[in-house]
């Protein structure tokens, strides 16, 4: 994909930011991103920057996707996160068989698909496929989708597990039950996915021993260096990139109060003049390059293996469980002598313990 068309994505995407940071408090208070949001995101282009070019998507960088996501997230984290969350999917059915990804995009290329990947149901094998039962949670943005990917082992004919595979539905064939209450990431509408007896044909499942190996058979179809990259690293950074985002936008928020705060306890002084929050803003700056540039280069170091193919590193893959840490160390501006050691006693879901 050509270079202007990456960077127009990212300014369509920029130009949304006013809008998805005026809707940020209804969208939590609904418990979903507005339906209104996703249309403006897909008519940037968003949701086709992974896709692969033969349905009509831009398979472009990946850091192309990940700054929009993070300019996305730093509006709005629940809607940086399900945009996050629904876009990389494309990039997973393109490793599925031509046929399953036919099925998905042939009549809509903008049919997206929403996830849950942890494997709380049961998939029994049977002729042609699997039979798929079970509940399935923290699908993010499933109200948004018409497909869904549900992971699950498959157990061998002597009952212990054979294989883990990612199992692709349309709507039809599962419920969505409406049970996400929570404190945070509130408004991404992660509820349950429900499946009762639905049966999965082969070519709509994917083994994870070959996304692992980085061989799945949709690479044939989709040749290009995006579709070698690890899943490891290319999820992991989906979820990454969304909390570097929320930290930018908490950050940003932060330095524009205080410039304009006036502390009256010491004599009308500005509060952008006190010299232990100016060292606590630029510890806070640091950190959230630190993260970016991190994930930035080894994104990098990733594509140019995929284009080059040759065994990888294991340097690029271990920071993307660390790039958030500097993220969310950001927004904490308190002094260090009163910030907790542990937040013990503290869930991000439903509030203090």
Not at 12 to 28: D, K, S
Not at 215 to 229: F, I
Request: charged share 20%.
């Amino acid at each position: 994909m050509s270079e202007n068309v990456g960077q127009a994505v990212i300014d369509g995407v920029r130009e949304l930011l006013p809008l998805l940071r005026e809707r940020a408090q209804e969208t939590e208070d609904s418990r979903n991103v507005p339906a209104e949001s996703v249309k403006a995101l897909t008519e940037t282009g968003f949701f086709r920057v992974l896709q692969p070019s033969r349905f009509g998507g831009h398979e472009d960088d990946p850091i192309t996707f990940l700054t929009a996501v993070r300019l996305i997230a730093s509006a709005c984290g629940s809607t940086g996160w399900v945009a996050s969350v629904l876009g990389v999917h494309a990039w997973q059915l393109a490793l599925f068989p031509l046929q399953a990804q036919e099925e998905v995009w042939g009549a809509d290329s903008g049919t997206r698909m929403s996830s849950s990947y942890a494997p709380t149901g049961q998939a029994e094998t049977v002729a042609g496929g699997h039979r798929l039962s079970g509940r399935w949670s923290f699908s993010s943005g499933c109200d948004h989708a018409t497909w869904a990917l549900l992971g699950a082992i498959v157990s061998g004919a002597d009952g212990n597990p054979a294989d883990f595979r990612t199992f692709l539905l349309p709507a039809s064939d599962y419920v969505i039950d409406d049970v996400w209450d929570t404190v945070g990431l509130r408004g991404t509408g992660s509820n349950d996915v429900v499946v009762s007896g639905a049966f999965v044909p082969e070519h709509r499942s994917l083994s994870f021993n070959d996304v692992f190996r980085c061989a799945c058979p949709g690479q044939e179809a989709n040749p290009a260096p995006l579709y070698r990259l690890p899943y490891g690293s290319l999820f992991s950074y989906a979820i990454t990139t969304p909390i570097i985002g929320m930290a930018t936008g908490a950050y940003e928020a932060h330095v524009a109060y205080q410039r304009e705060r006036v502390r009256a306890s010491y004599v009308g002084q500005k509060a952008s003049e006190d010299p232990h929050s100016q060292v606590r803003v630029a510890e806070a700056a640091a950190d959230l390059d630190s993260a970016w540039l991190a994930l930035e280069r080894n994104m990098a170091e990733l594509m140019e293996h995929a284009r080059a193919p040759a065994v990888l590193a294991r340097r690029p893959r271990r920071p993307g469980a660390r790039d958030q840490r500097p993220g969310a160390r950001a927004v904490d501006v308190r002094p260090r002598r009163v910030r907790p050691a542990h937040p013990a006693g503290r869930d991000d879901l439903t509030g203090p313990g």
